[in-house]
C-alpha cells in the first residue's frame, strides 16, 4: 500500500480519516494514517482546546485539522504565493487571527452551528432509534436496510414505497413499526373495488337532525399501510395524494388535517401485474423514498424458520417511543449541519439525470427519459440528514448522501423506450451517475 503520498507525508497507509471526533484522529495517526479534525464551526477556543488534547495524546505523529479560513482578514498583505515564505506562525494562531476578523469571517461562524454542542444534543435525543431497533428485531431477522429506511422516512417526514416479491415481510415490517410507537396505525387493503370514500370517509345524513355528518375514514392515523397499493384504481389513488402532499383531506366542503406525524408506508409487488394499476408519476414522486427489498441470506432465512416453528412463537414489539420524541427529533435534524460541498454535491447527482452529457456521460441522454425534480434534491438533502441522525452525527457527509441517493432517486427517473428494450434499470443509471459525479 505504500504510495507517493505515503513517503511525502512520512505515513505508512495512504488512509485520511476527517472526523470531528478528536479521539479517532489520535487512533488513525498511530495506526499509520493520517486523522483529520474537522473543525468547522469551532469557535477559537473550542479549536485550541482540541488542539492541545490531540497534541497532548498524540505523541510524534502527525495529523491534520480541516477548518474554514478567509482568503483575506485584518492585517494580512497581498502576496505572491509562488514566491512567499512559509509563516511560522501555527494553526492556533492563524485560525484565531481569522475569526478574530469580523467582516471576513461572520458568513463562515454564522452558517455552521455549533457542532459539539449538537452532537451532545444528538446522542441524547437519538436514544429511542435503538429502542426501535431492538424492538423490530424481534420480528425482522435481517434486513438492516429496510429498517434503516423506515426509520430514515419516520425521521424525515416522508413516506416511503416498499417493492419486493410476497413474503419479504414488508408489511410485517411496516406493522412492527407502527406497534412499537404509541401512535394510531391504520392498515388499508388497496383492492380494484375500493371507493375513495373507503380510504378518506365520506358525509351521511343524519335522519333526525336533518343534517349531513362527516365519517371520517382510516386515513386519519399517524401510521397508514397501504397495502399493495398499485391495486387500487386511479380515483383511489388521487385521494391519496392530497393526503400525502398537503397532509389534510377534503370531505365534501370541508377540508380536515390529519394527525401529527402522519406518515404513508405503502407496498407494492413488481409481479403479477396483471389486473394492477401503475401509480402516477406525480404520486410516485411524492414518496421520499422506494426502497426495494431482496431475499435473505441463507442464515437469515434459518434464523426466520426457526423463530416461526419454535414453540413460543414471534415476539411482540412493545411501544417504546412516543410521538412527540418523534416530532422532537424531526426538529433536530433540520439543525444538522449540511455544507455548502454537500450541498453542490447533492445538486450535481440530482442534475447529472437531466443533463448527463454536461458529466461526461453522454451515452446516457438517450437512455434516460427524464430526470429527478427539485423535490429529489430536497428530498436527498433530508434524507442524509436523518441518515446522520441515526448515525448520531451533527454533521452530513458524502457517504451519507451515496447511502441513501438510490432509494431517493430510482423511482424519479424516467428510462426511455430503448432503455427498457436493452433491459437497463434505473438503479443501474444512478449508480453509473455515483460514480462519475466527483464527490467532495
Known amino acids: 500500500m505504500k504510495t ?192 375513495p370514500a373507503d380510504l378518506i370517509g365520506t358525509m351521511i345524513y343524519n335522519q333526525k337532525e336533518e343534517q349531513f355528518s362527516v365519517k371520517k375514514g382510516p386515513i386519519f392515523a399517524n401510521f397508514v399501510l397501504a397495502d399493495e397499493i398499485n391495486r387500487a384504481p386511479a380515483k383511489v389513488q388521487s385521494a391519496l395524494l392530497e393526503a400525502m402532499q398537503e397532509r389534510q383531506v377534503t370531505i365534501g366542503p370541508e377540508s380536515f388535517k390529519l394527525p401529527e406525524p402522519f406518515l404513508v408506508l405503502a407496498t407494492q409487488n413488481p409481479v403479477e401485474q396483471e389486473g394492477t394499476y401503475p401509480l402516477p408519476e406525480a404520486q410516485v414522486d411524492r414518496f421520499l423514498l422506494k426502497v426495494v427489498i431482496g431475499y435473505p441470506t441463507k442464515e437469515e432465512e434459518q434464523k426466520i424458520i426457526r423463530a416461526n416453528l419454535s414453540s413460543e412463537g414471534m415476539s411482540t414489539p412493545q411501544k417504546v417511543v412516543t410521538t412527540d420524541e418523534i416530532v422532537t427529533a424531526r426538529k433536530l435534524i433540520r439543525e444538522i449541519y449540511l455544507d455548502e460541498k454537500i450541498e453542490r454535491y447533492i445538486v450535481d447527482l440530482v442534475h447529472a439525470t437531466r443533463n448527463p452529457d454536461e458529466y461526461g456521460l453522454g451515452h446516457l441522454t438517450q437512455l434516460i427519459n427524464f430526470g429527478a425534480s427539485p423535490r429529489a434534491s430536497i428530498g436527498l438533502g433530508i434524507a442524509s440528514k436523518a441518515h446522520a441522525f441515526l448515525n448520531q452525527r451533527g454533521y452530513v457527509t458524502p457517504e451519507d448522501v451515496r447511502t441513501i441517493a438510490l432509494d431517493v432517486l430510482r423511482h424519479r427517473v424516467g428510462l426511455t423506450f430503448e432503455a427498457e428494450a436493452e433491459n437497463i434499470s434505473a438503479e443501474q443509471l444512478i449508480t453509473e451517475i455515483m460514480d462519475h459525479v466527483q464527490v467532495p
Open 4 to 195: 507517493d503520498i505515503c513517503k511525502k507525508l512520512g505515513i505508512e497507509y495512504p488512509i485520511f480519516a476527517f472526523t470531528h471526533c478528536r479521539d479517532v484522529v489520535v487512533a488513525v495517526s498511530k495506526a499509520g494514517g493520517i486523522g483529520v479534525l474537522g473543525a468547522v464551526g469551532y469557535s477559537p477556543d473550542q479549536l485550541k482546546e482540541e488542539l492541545d488534547w490531540i497534541d497532548a495524546h498524540i505523541g510524534d505523529y502527525s495529523y491534520g485539522v480541516d477548518t474554514v479560513i478567509p482568503q483575506k482578514y485584518e492585517g494580512m498583505e497581498e502576496k505572491d504565493p509562488t514566491t512567499a515564505p512559509i509563516e511560522s506562525a501555527t494553526i492556533e494562531q492563524k485560525t484565531t487571527e481569522a475569526f478574530a476578523a469580523p467582516e471576513a469571517s461572520a458568513p463562515a461562524v454564522t452558517g455552521a452551528p455549533d457542532i459539539r454542542a449538537l452532537n451532545e444534543r444528538i446522542q441524547k435525543s437519538s436514544h429511542f432509534v435503538d429502542l426501535l431497533r431492538m424492538e423490530l428485531s424481534k420480528v425482522i431477522v435481517g434486513q438492516r436496510g429496510m429498517v434503516d429506511r423506515l426509520l430514515i422516512g419516520l425521521l424525515g417526514n416522508g413516506h416511503v414505497l416498499l417493492e419486493g416479491v410476497p413474503g419479504l415481510a414488508k408489511t410485517l415490517a411496516i406493522k412492527s413499526l407502527s406497534e412499537s410507537v404509541d401512535a394510531q396505525f391504520s392498515r388499508i387493503q388497496f383492492t380494484p373495488d375500493l371507493l
